[in-house]
C-alpha cells in the first residue's frame, strides 16, 4: 500500500485555506491545470512498479488561493516595513499564493509545468528531484526554496536524469522577492549554479534570497 497522504489546511479570517500544505507519498507529480497552476493539481500519486496501472493515494481539490493584497492573515505575517514594499510592488503584492509555507516529501517529486507560490518558503524532500517546465515563486525577499535529495548534488547537466540529485529539463523560473532567474538550457544552469543556485555543504544552513541544495 502506498505512504498516507497527508494535508493540513490552516485557514485565515476570511476562510481561505492557504497556510500550510504538507503532503507525504511515495512517489509525486504535480502538474498544472490550464486554468489553474497550483498546488490543488497534485496528481498521480504512485509506487514504484506500478506502471501503467497507478494507485492514487490522495489529491488536493478545491484549494483556495489568497495574495498579499487579499488577505490580512498573510500581512500580518510581515513586519511593516517589508509590507509596504510588497503593497508597493505589483508583482508580489497579487501574487496567487498556494500557502505562506509549501512543505512537500516523497521518495521523488517531478514538478511538470507546475506553478507554486509562497510567502516565505518552499521546501521539497525526496531521494531524486526533477523540475521541468515549472514555475517557483517565494513572495519575501528573505524566503527561499530549499530542495533536499540524497546526495545533497546538483546534476550539473541540464537536460539529464541522475538519482539522488536535482535535475533540471524544459524551462524553469524561479523568484524570491525581487530576485528571478531561469533555468532553461546549459548556459543558465550554469550561470544559476553557485550563484541563485547554492549547493548547502552537509550541516549548513540555508541560504536566504536562494534556491538551495541540500543532503536529506
Given at each position: 500500500m502506498p505512504l498516507p497522504v497527508i494535508f493540513k489546511f490552516i485557514s485565515d479570517t476570511s476562510g481561505s485555506k492557504f497556510n500550510e500544505v504538507i503532503g507525504e507519498m511515495d512517489q509525486v507529480k504535480i502538474r498544472s491545470e490550464r486554468a489553474s497552476r497550483a498546488i490543488k493539481s497534485l496528481a498521480s500519486i504512485f509506487r514504484d512498479g506500478q506502471d501503467p496501472?497507478?494507485?492514487?493515494?490522495?489529491?488536493?481539490?478545491?484549494?483556495?488561493?489568497?495574495?498579499?493584497?487579499?488577505?490580512t492573515s498573510l500581512q500580518a505575517k510581515l513586519g511593516s516595513t517589508e509590507l509596504a514594499e510588497i503593497m508597493n510592488?505589483?508583482?508580489?503584492?497579487?501574487?496567487?499564493?498556494?500557502?505562506?509555507?509549501?512543505?512537500?516529501?516523497?521518495?521523488?517529486?517531478?514538478?511538470?509545468?507546475?506553478?507554486?507560490?509562497?510567502l516565505n518558503s518552499i521546501t521539497a524532500r525526496a531521494n531524486t528531484i526533477l523540475?521541468?517546465?515549472?514555475?517557483?515563486t517565494v513572495v519575501q525577499n528573505s524566503g527561499m526554496i530549499n530542495m533536499y535529495v540524497s546526495s545533497g548534488l546538483v546534476n550539473q547537466n541540464y537536460g539529464t536524469m541522475v538519482d539522488g540529485r536535482v535535475n533540471f529539463a524544459g524551462l524553469n523560473t524561479f523568484t524570491i522577492g525581487n530576485n528571478s532567474f531561469a533555468i532553461g538550457n546549459q548556459t543558465q544552469l550554469n550561470s544559476a549554479y553557485g550563484t541563485n543556485l547554492i549547493e548547502i555543504p552537509n550541516g549548513g544552513t540555508p541560504q536566504a534570497g536562494k534556491v538551495n541544495v541540500l543532503k536529506l
Open positions: 496501472a497507478l494507485a492514487l493515494a490522495g489529491a488536493v481539490e478545491n484549494l483556495t488561493k489568497a495574495s498579499v493584497a487579499a488577505s510592488d505589483p508583482q508580489r503584492r497579487d501574487v496567487q499564493l498556494d500557502a505562506g509555507q509549501v512543505d512537500l516529501a516523497a521518495r521523488k517529486i517531478t514538478f511538470d509545468n507546475a506553478s507554486v507560490a509562497a523540475i521541468q517546465n515549472s514555475f517557483m
